[in-house]
């Protein structure tokens, strides 16, 4: 079903024009207002009125993660504060979290286009929604909730954990529409297997799984064994939250991206220059409503290419192609984001561990684990056993503290972690996406 | 009335522990005794041989993570009680043992135990007080 039937099928000359309109006053809205984008406008020679086409936004400079560091908390905000009505934060940082701030309408918004994906999704009025993302600071969790209600279905405000509880509320309560990870989907088909459950005699039909990434194979495996749609959804927190783009459950090929709030531009992630069309790169996301704090080129890292190709279920909306992969070296581990170089400044407080670690991800029971390899030098060395079980310890400890990740920790010799072209190959990802 | 114990760290591989001996063995050093600690990712083999200096400076060559720590010999009679008696005297004292292993003299009525001990000295008084004999460092290495 298509929830807003004017603006999901605005014919392709219009949509282009509406989204222009909308970039020049976003751009105009900026410049007089966010010091940050005053100053690289400038830098770059380029004033919001010399954008008089969409092609004229490649003449602006991209923005960063680190920007929305650098400007902690409130300085990207183009709105003043008794304007914001929500504050939301990244996951899985060392440091500072970078921080969104949404206005009012900054909300609607993001519920209209939550309730588009999850009409896209096949959802309606009369279902009931297991809303398993987490409640908090990340956005998953409020930002499908009020999609949910502003689309009529029911929502049941689950947030994450507590497996068993959340399987018995599902058969209960008759779930019709679980929201999670792909990987926790499957955990919990397994945990209801383990119940003596049969998950795929529940009443659930839809699943829409996101906030990682996952493939094609796997997306098999969740259909099969929960008996289930699974659409494939994306989103963000420095462009909105979820609800970005959404897989229409008619094709189930392709993210639709809601192109009269948002525009992509695929770049080569190392020119930046921007690609051919249907070509895959990284995608750069412009927000062109957003009132709290709008984005302007916001290098997501995520790779992917722009689908121009009509759809058959009627929207004009171009679709993204399953993101297939970083162009940093960012892991997603059970949906909290991680560099390898939060690990290392971790690493790096425990006294006498050098910075030789490296991280194997793999997935184990649908659940992604994270090992950290720490090499013993003689600095952390003992001949007692327990020295080096406390002093691992504590590393897993510091990690699960500050990144919220549980990970295990395993001691091993110097020089084994391999040392490739004087760069350390720092990650092993065996996960079979 | 120390001895110097070498300690190496071990990742639990195969081989790995073949491969630190041979180290040694071809160095020509040879082990006194010898006690393996093991989790389940990694061991820590602590030898006494005969050139603790040397054994440290093969097992560094080798890429192996190495210490010397110090350790105290025992003298114990070999017959039942023997270890019992010594330990009595340790609780007495109130000393903790970090942990020990033992060795057995060729053709002796004593075994000797390697006693790993947070304060070596105050360990060696006590017992030199009771009357325990305790190797010196000379007297283990050429055994």
């Known amino acids: 079903m298509i929830w807003n039937d004017e603006f999901e099928t605005l014919p392709r000359e219009a949509l282009a024009s509406l989204q222009l309109k909308r970039l020049q006053h976003t751009l105009e809205r900026v410049y007089a207002r966010v010091p940050f984008y005053r100053q690289a406008f400038d830098q770059a020679g380029v004033r919001p009125e ?35 009505v929500r504050l939301h934060a990244s996951s899985g940082t060392t440091g500072k979290p970078t921080v969104v701030g949404y206005t009012r309408r900054d909300i609607d918004n993001w519920s209209e286009l939550m309730a588009r994906s999850f009409a ?6 009369g279902d009931i929604i297991h809303n398993a993302y987490g409640y908090g600071l990340f956005t998953g969790g409020l930002g499908a909730h009020y999609g949910a ?14 497996t068993k509880k959340q399987i018995m509320i599902m058969q209960d309560f008759g779930s019709t529409v679980i929201t999670c990870t792909p990987s926790y989907s499957l955990y919990l088909a397994e945990a209801a297997a383990e119940e003596g459950l049969d998950i795929r005699s529940f009443a659930l039909r839809v699943g829409i799984l996101g906030a990682e990434p996952w493939s094609e194979s796997i997306r098999q495996e969740i259909e099969q064994k929960l008996n289930i749609k699974a659409i494939d959804i994306y989103g963000l927190s ?38 051919a069309d249907g070509d895959e790169g990284e995608l750069v996301i412009t927000t062109i409503t957003k009132e709290g704090i709008p984005m302007i080129r916001y290098r997501t890292r995520d790779i992917t290419r722009l689908i121009s190709e009509p759809c058959i279920c009627g929207r004009s909306h171009r679709r993204l192609q399953r993101m297939s992969g970083r162009s940093d070296d960012m892991l997603i581990i059970r949906g909290v984001n991680v560099f390898p170089s939060q690990i290392e400044s971790v690493l790096m407080q425990v006294e006498g561990v050098e910075p030789h670690y490296q991280l194997v991800v793999d997935r184990e029971d649908n659940l992604d684990t994270l090992e950290v390899q720490v090499e013993v030098t003689e600095d952390i060395f003992s001949d007692e056993v327990r020295v080096l079980q406390e002093l691992s310890e504590r590393i897993r400890r ?26 350390a190959k720092r990650v092993i990802d065996l996960r079979k996406m | 009335m120390t001895v110097q114990q070498i300690s190496v760290f071990i990742e639990n591989r195969r081989g790995r522990l073949a491969e630190a001996t041979q180290a040694l063995g071809m160095a020509g050093i040879n082990i006194r005794a010898l006690s393996l600690a093991e989790t389940s990712d990694f061991g820590i083999l602590r030898l006494i041989v005969d050139r603790p200096d040397q054994a440290k400076q093969v ?85």
């Open chain 1, 398 to 423: 510091e990690i699960k503290s500050l990144l919220n990740i549980t990970c295990k920790v395993r001691l091993v010799e110097p020089k084994t972690i391999t040392r490739s072209e004087g760069k």
């Open chain 1, 50 to 84: 010399q954008i008089k086409r969409l092609e004229d936004l490649q003449r602006l400079p991209f923005t960063l993660k680190q920007d929305m560091r650098d400007n902690y908390p409130y300085g990207l905000f183009a709105v003043p504060l008794e304007q914001i």
């Open chain 1, 238 to 275: 420095e462009i909105l939250g979820p609800g970005v783009a959404i897989e229409c459950i008619e094709a189930q090929n392709g993210l639709h991206f809601w192109e009269d709030h948002f525009i992509a531009e695929i770049i080569d992630p190392q020119s930046g220059e921007v690609v």
């Open chain 1, 149 to 162: 209600e502003k689309l009529g279905a029911a929502v049941i405000p689950m947030s994450g954990g507590n």
């Open chain 2, 59 to 143: 097992f560094a060559e080798q890429g192996f993570t190495v210490d010397k720590t110090d350790v105290v010999a025992v003298q114990v009679p070999d017959r039942p009680m023997g270890l019992a008696h010594i330990l009595q005297i340790l609780d007495e004292a109130r000393i903790a043992v970090e942990y020990l292993y033992a060795f057995i003299e060729r053709c002796g009525e004593n075994a000797i135990i390697i006693f790993r001990f947070d304060d070596s000295r105050q360990a060696i008084a006590s017992l030199q007080d009771r009357g325990v004999k305790v190797l010196a460092a000379e007297a283990v290495y050429g055994m």
């Open chain 1, 120 to 125: 896209a999704a096949g959802v309606a009025r």
